[in-house]
Structure formats: C-alpha cells, structure tokens
C-alpha cells in the first residue's frame, strides 16, 4: 500500500475499540511467540483484554469470523477463571 493510503494515527480515537480483541500470529518459533507475548503484556499503555493466538493446521481451514469467535469465546471463559481464582484468593 501506497504511504498516502495511510491515515494518521490518532491515539485519543478509540471508535474503533471492541471487547474480544484478537491477534493472530503466523510463522513464529515457540521462542519467538512467548517473546511477543511477554513484550506485549508488558506495555502498560496498550489494551490487555487481547487474546492471542497461533495459527495452526485446524484453523487454517476455517474462516477467520469463526476463529475469532472461538477466540473471544476462549478469552472469556479464561477471564471468568482467573476472576474466580482472583476473588477466593487462592
């Protein structure tokens, strides 16, 4: 894509936002993966309600609005977790 068919980010504009936000990443070593992971959870000033994910043989055969639906699904139950692991202190 041509540079002039970049818009300038505006760091204010969150119209664009939604809960179960995705990142799907591709042709990555497990190394690598659990870097950008860690790199990510560490910048503060980005949003953390991310689920993360690899693509693999299963998925790839999907459409992606079905795999990003199990996403979301799967981050859901996983907050829900460690909500109720969070509020009986263990």
Known sequence: MAKEGYQQLNEQDTSGEQDGKVIILHGFSPAQLHAV????R???ELPQDVAFA??????ARK???SVVKELRDDAREAKKRRDAKARSGA
């Open 37 to 40: 992971v860690k790199a990510y």
């Open 42 to 44: 560490e910048a503060t």
């Open 63 to 65: 459409r992606l609005g």
């Open 54 to 59: 690899t693509v693999t043989e299963q998925s």
